[in-house]
C-alpha cells in the first residue's frame, strides 16, 4: 500500500524547509500531498519562495490570508480538517512555530492522525512569545518531534518527550549548503558596508513604542541600513505615522537566494528572526536580535549572536563589541537532516 504524507506550510520559513523534504520524499517514492494554508498571500513572501528554489506547487491553497490570530488559526483549523478527511494521510508534517504550524497540530490531534514535527524542541522560554507557545504545543502532539539541535533534543528529555524526538539536524542547514553559492545579487543597488535588517515579530511590531524606540536606535548608527520590509510591518508604520531615519534603504521582500545574497555581503545583520539568526552564525556574520530571548542558544557563544533586550540605545556599543572564537556549524548537523528525517518517517510509517 502507497503511503501518503501531507506536508504543510504558510509562512516563508516553512516554504524554504519543505524544500528538502519534498525532494526527499520524492526519491523514495513516498505520495506527498502539499498544502499552503495561505498565511503569507504577499507574491513576495509566497510565489517568488516557490519560483526561486523550484518548490513542488501546492495541491491545496486555503487561502486564508492575513487576519487577527484568532480568526486566521481557526480558519485554517476548518480548511485542514476537511482536506485531512478527504485524503485520509498516514502522517502529516508540519515545520517549526508559526500560526499555521498551530493549526495543523490542533486539527491532525482531533483525528488522531500522526503528526511528524520538523525543528521540534526549541526553547527561548519566554512565555509572552506566540512562537513558544506554539512550539510547544506541537510537540506535545506529535508522534516524531525531528530536532534541529542537541539542545533542542535534551528539552524534548526533560519534558519526558524522549520517545518521540530524534536529533537529526536542522532542516534549514541543508538549504543553506545546498544555496549559498548560489546566491543572487539585488537588481535594486545597495550601499558598500550596508547593515541588513529584518523585522517582523508581533512583540516588536505591534508596540507603537517599541517599534518606534528601534528605528531612532538604528537611527543613530553611522551605517546604511538596508531592510527588506515585511507588508504587514511596512503598513504599521504608515497606521503608527513613524517616520524612517535617513539611513535607512527600504526594498521589497526578496526571495531566499536574493537573502543569502544580502546577508553574505552585509557588513553586520540586525534581526529578530529566529532563521536569519542561524544564517548569520553560518555565514560568521556577527549579529544583533531583537528579543529579550533566542531558541538557538549556540549561535550566542563567542557574541556571534548578541541579544538586545529591549536596550535599543546599546546598540550602538553592540555593533563594536568584537567576536572571539569559530561559528561551529556542526552543532546544527551534517546537512543531510532531510535525509535522516525520511528514513525516519519511512521507518515508522
Known sequence: MNKRIISIVGARPNFIKSKVISDQLRSQRVEEVLIHTGQH?????????????????????????????????????????????????????????????LAVAIAASKHFIPLIHIEAGERSYD??????????????????????????????????????????????????????????????????????????????????????????????????????????????????????????????????????????NSKRIITDSGGVQKEAYWLKKPCITLLNKTGWTDTLVGSWNQLVLENYDNINVMLSKKVTGKPNIHKFGDGHAAEKTVKIIRSIF
Not at 517568488?48 to 518548490?55: A, M, V
Not at 480568526?71 to 499555521?100: F, R, W
Not at 535588517?197 to 512583540?203: D, M, P, Q, S, V
Open 41 to 101: 498571500y504577499d507574491f513576495h513572501l509566497s510565489q517568488t519562495f516557490f519560483e526561486g528554489l523550484n518548490l513542488k506547487k501546492p495541491d491545496i491553497n486555503l487561502g486564508v490570508g492575513s487576519r487577527e490570530a484568532g480568526e486566521q488559526i481557526a480558519l485554517m483549523i476548518i480548511g485542514i480538517e476537511k482536506a485531512v478527511l478527504k485524503i485520509k494521510p498516514n502522517a502529516i508534517i508540519i515545520y517549526g512555530d508559526t500560526n499555521s504550524t
Open 127 to 264: 512565555d509572552k512569545s506566540p512562537e513558544e507557545v506554539n512550539r510547544i504545543i506541537c510537540d506535545r502532539v506529535s508522534k516524531i518531534n525531528c530536532c534541529a539541535t542537541k539542545n533542542a533534543l535534551n528539552n524534548l528529555k526533560k519534558e519526558n518527550l524522549r520517545t518521540s524526538a530524534y536529533f537529526t539536524g536542522d532542516i534549514m542547514l541543508d538549504v543553506f549548503l545546498q544555496n549559498i553559492e548560489k546566491a543572487e545579487s539585488l537588481e535594486e543597488k545597495v550601499p558598500k558596508n550596508f547593515i541588513l535588517f529584518t523585522l517582523h515579530r508581533a512583540e516588536n511590531t505591534n508596540n507603537r513604542k517599541k517599534l518606534r524606540a528601534i528605528l531612532q536606535s538604528l537611527g543613530n548608527i553611522n551605517r546604511q541600513m538596508v531592510w527588506p520590509i515585511h507588508p504587514r510591518t511596512k503598513k504599521l508604520l504608515r497606521i503608527y505615522r513613524i517616520k524612517l531615519p535617513n539611513n535607512f534603504l527600504i526594498i521589497p521582500p526578496v526571495s531566499y537566494k536574493h537573502h543569502l545574497w544580502l546577508e553574505k
